[in-house]
């Protein structure tokens, strides 16, 4: 019987291994302009985002945005955004991220009651779809779609 993961490596896929945080959210390493940091990936967020307080870690430039955000308890949150960013997960790279910034404190407070380690930000839908994603929850890991570019 064929694997998940031979039939999606055949099929141009790489393979980003998870963890299960206390919380029972899957983390990964991933990094944002070349700079490493822990994420939260969230089918349910519609895009993925960081921490204001990450700005500078990420060499994020940032400009004023209309969306608010919400989730995890709290809604109608300023955000800021950020356009055209590198993304590499693994061997897994996407050269123009537009990324939200917003306060994730309420998201890393409660991370930390339950005894998890915080996170720089979350990882959503858009790169999902932008990747193809597969998650094997059984084996704890993300497959995402290498992505071709045309120059």
Same mark, same amino acid.
Not at 121 to 146: Q, R, T
């Given at each position: 019987?064929?694997?998940?993961? !031979?039939?999606? +490596?055949?099929k141009?896929?790489?393979?980003?291994?998870?963890?299960?945080?206390?919380?029972n959210?899957?983390?990964?390493?991933?990094?944002?302009?070349?700079?490493?940091?822990?994420?939260?990936?969230d089918?349910?967020?519609?895009?993925?985002?960081?921490?204001?307080?990450?700005?500078?870690?990420?060499?994020?430039?940032?400009?004023?945005? +209309?969306?608010?955000?919400?989730?995890?308890?709290? !809604?109608?949150?300023?955000?800021?955004? !950020?356009?055209?960013? !590198?993304?590499?997960?693994?061997?897994?790279?996407?050269?123009?991220?537009?990324?939200?910034?917003?306060?994730?404190?309420?998201?890393?407070?409660?991370?930390?009651?339950?005894?998890a380690?915080?996170?720089?930000?979350?990882?959503?839908?858009?790169?999902?779809?932008?990747? +193809?994603?597969?998650?094997?929850?059984?084996?704890?890991c993300?497959?995402?779609k290498?992505?071709?570019y045309?120059?």
């Amino acid at each position: 019987m064929t694997s998940l993961k !031979s039939i999606l +490596k055949k099929k141009g896929y790489v393979r980003i291994p998870l963890k299960t945080t206390k919380t029972n959210h899957l983390e990964l390493k991933a990094k944002i302009n070349g700079v490493k940091g822990r994420f939260i990936l969230d089918t349910g967020a519609s895009n993925s985002c960081v921490g204001t307080d990450m700005t500078e870690k990420f060499q994020l430039e940032t400009q004023e945005s +209309k969306i608010k955000a919400a989730g995890a308890g709290a !809604s109608e949150m300023e955000t800021s955004e !950020s356009k055209h960013n !590198s993304l590499k997960i693994g061997k897994w790279k996407f050269k123009k991220q537009h990324i939200v910034v917003f306060d994730l404190t309420h998201v890393n407070t409660a991370l930390e009651n339950h005894g998890a380690k915080t996170v720089q930000g979350i990882l959503g839908a858009d790169v999902l779809n932008k990747g +193809k994603a597969v998650i094997d929850y059984k084996n704890k890991c993300l497959y995402l779609k290498k992505l071709v570019y045309k120059y």
